[in-house]
């Protein structure tokens, strides 16, 4: 019953901004580690962010830290990736993803392996 679905891909030209929104469904996202990923054609999938349950931590990838913030609205149940000064190697399909497994630990996860529900992913275009 767990569901998440990613939404507020775009094309979007560099140094510009969008805001993903992650929508979660079939449980109480304040006591579930979010995560959000990317995968560009040919590569791997690769952790962007991730927030604690209950807002206990967040994390970035060296790539992304000073420009995303993820962020929680618990009342809509939705995580967001707030994405700013946007660069052509941040085109990518963006993942998002869920985990009870360290509720209360205050731990944010960053591989993909560590993550028990995904969604169907977004697509992000930066070109100008």
């Known amino acids: 019953q767990v569901q998440l679905v990613e939404s507020g891909g775009g094309l979007v030209q560099p140094g510009g901004s969008l805001r993903l929104s992650c929508a979660a469904s079939?449980?109480?996202?304040?006591?579930?580690?979010i995560g959000w990923f990317r995968q560009a054609p040919g590569k791997e999938r690769e952790g962007v962010s991730c927030?604690?349950?209950?807002?206990?931590?967040?994390d970035y990838a060296d790539s992304v830290k000073g420009r995303f913030t993820i962020s929680r609205d618990n009342a809509k149940n939705t995580v967001y990736l707030q994405m700013n000064s946007l660069k052509p190697e941040d085109t990518a399909v963006y993942y998002c993803?869920?985990?009870?497994?360290?509720?209360?630990?205050?731990?944010?996860?960053?591989?993909?392996?560590?993550?028990?529900?995904w969604g169907q992913g977004t697509q992000v275009t930066v070109s100008s």
């Open positions: 927030i604690s349950d209950s807002d206990g931590v967040t």
């Open positions: 079939g449980f109480t996202l304040d006591y579930y580690t």
């Open positions: 993803a869920t985990t009870w497994a360290y509720s209360g630990s205050y731990y944010c996860p960053s591989g993909k392996d560590e993550y028990d529900y």
